[in-house]
């Protein structure tokens, strides 16, 4: 009670601090709109939110309801363009100082919120009077009141929500379509400084053979075994460079085989211990696949290791995947080892890395990627309750009588004119009632072979939502 108390005092006192904002932010906006003192608005907007997260903060820690932020994503930094000007509108500017001002500013203005957080601001010290009498009897009571009148004006709304999923999903495209580039250049990178060369050097090599195979037989032989010879290095490192696009093995055998066979090609002693009912999504596991593989290459290449261990599993829907080696440790991802882009790959599958490389090792790398398994994977099927279990089968063991003998066979007697009644219910009734009766009892059967299949449907919707969620996301990418 003592907390409550105390909790409630805080809240009342921030009205000393919320009647000063409301002079100060009228100020700045007569300022701003009335004399064109445009600078003070984005004062004024800051000075408002910082007061209104800061309730946010508080009333979802005293009352254990989250209130989320209900602001829309940021505006992106201007880009420069191809003749080094930035544009703002139809103006442009050497500098993205005031492209980027520009923006902000519409943002600020412009989002709903904004003027949410001015009313809240405004009427917040008259609800927290009114709400004074309960305060002081009942705070656990008028705390919860409070945290109603807070979520419902300074709350996210459904718009909010769906702007910030929209952000996400196109900083996840673009981290995908970064990462795709990359690998482009890489492949052809490969290609240009190896392959093509070689083939190059072989076709040269062919040209002087045709020089050579009249007027030196034995010149021209020789050339012709350094041309196989070339021809079989090209071969080899042509399929290094299909591994590294997507490994037959990863195709053919699934990711756990994969990373066994990159385990025995790798230099260092590895152990691979991998639990997985099933297999994930090929997207899910190329980037699984070639994130371990990197983390391999940095242990030896960087690390100076000897061994590394590889844990792959699943938490859920969630793959987990930790990969630990006994290098000299000091991994950091701002030093270019491949970890950046460890990240950028699992950012398409709103996946994380989680990095512990003290000095002196070891180096465990922690990557969970979560949502990417179907649910059923992981464990047993959430079961229905028995009170729902009962119905449907009331509704399978009863949904035949008014269907079939009540419905479907009488309305064929009622059709045919037959004068035997047996137990049809319908039969009995006066004449005008009777094809209602028929008609009712059919319909009625219907609905209920319908709710005994739709109660276990919806029971289990969020399941298939969330086994169809994966597929969905990068079909649509």
């Known amino acids: 009670m003592l907390r409550r108390y105390g909790q409630t ?32 608005l984005p004062l004024q907007v800051r000075l408002v939110r910082r007061l209104a997260e800061h309730t946010r903060g508080l009333v979802g820690e005293w009352t254990g309801s989250r209130i989320d932020s209900p602001y829309l994503p940021k505006p992106p930094p201007p880009q420069r363009q191809a003749d080094g000007m930035y544009r703002s509108n139809r103006t442009l500017y050497k500098s993205p100082r005031v492209p980027a001002w520009n923006d902000r500013w519409k943002w600020m203005i412009t989002d709903p919120a904004t003027w949410r957080d001015c009313v809240w601001l405004l009427l917040d010290p008259v609800v927290k009077l009114c709400l004074l009498p309960l305060f002081l009897l009942l705070p656990d009571r008028g705390l919860r009141l409070y945290s109603l009148w807070t979520d419902l004006v300074l709350a996210a709304t459904a718009a909010s929500r769906l702007a910030g999923q929209v952000s996400h999903l196109q900083r996840v495209r673009n981290l995908a379509a970064d990462t795709q580039a990359a690998e482009m250049r890489r492949i052809e990178r490969d290609l240009h400084d190896g392959t093509q ?19 030196d037989p034995a010149a021209a032989k020789a050339l012709l075994s350094k041309a196989k010879e070339a021809s079989s290095e090209t071969l080899t490192e042509l399929r290094t460079v299909i591994r590294g696009i997507h490994p037959p093995v990863l195709a053919e055998r699934g990711l756990g085989d994969a990373v066994r066979a990159l385990a025995i090609d790798s230099p260092l002693r590895v152990s691979v211990d991998v639990e997985l009912a099933h297999r994930p999504e090929p997207p899910v596991e190329a980037a699984a696949y070639f994130a371990v593989s990197e983390l391999l290459s940095n242990a030896a290449r960087h690390g100076g290791a000897a061994t590394a261990t590889i844990d792959i599993s699943s938490n859920g829907p969630d793959l987990r995947i930790s990969v630990t080696d006994d290098g000299m440790g000091g991994a950091d991802p701002s030093k270019g080892t491949g970890l950046m882009g460890i990240e950028r790959r699992l950012a398409a599958f709103d996946g994380v890395l989680a990095l512990s490389s003290p000095p002196g090792g070891p180096t465990t790398v922690t990557m969970n990627m979560p949502k990417v398994l179907p649910q059923h994977w992981a464990g047993s099927l959430p079961k229905l309750p028995r009170w729902k279990a009962a119905v449907v089968a009331m509704l399978w063991l009863t949904s035949w009588c008014p269907l079939f003998p009540q419905g479907i066979v009488a309305a064929i007697f009622k059709v045919f004119g037959m004068e035997e009644k047996a137990w049809f219910l319908a039969l009995y009734l006066p004449e005008p009632w009777q094809w209602p009766c028929i008609l009712f009892m059919i319909t009625l059967g219907g609905a209920m072979y319908l709710m005994a299949v739709l109660i276990p449907a919806c029971h289990n919707r969020e399941r298939w939502l969330a086994e169809a969620t994966p597929r969905r996301l990068w079909f649509n990418r």
């Open 197 to 215: 060369a070689r083939l190059v050097a072989i076709g040269m090599t062919l040209g002087a053979v045709e020089q050579l195979v009249d007027t």
């Open 9 to 40: 005092a805080v809240l009342l006192a921030l009205i000393l601090v919320e009647v000063p904002a409301v002079a100060a932010s009228f100020t700045m906006l007569v300022l701003a709109f009335g004399l064109g003192v445009v600078p003070l």
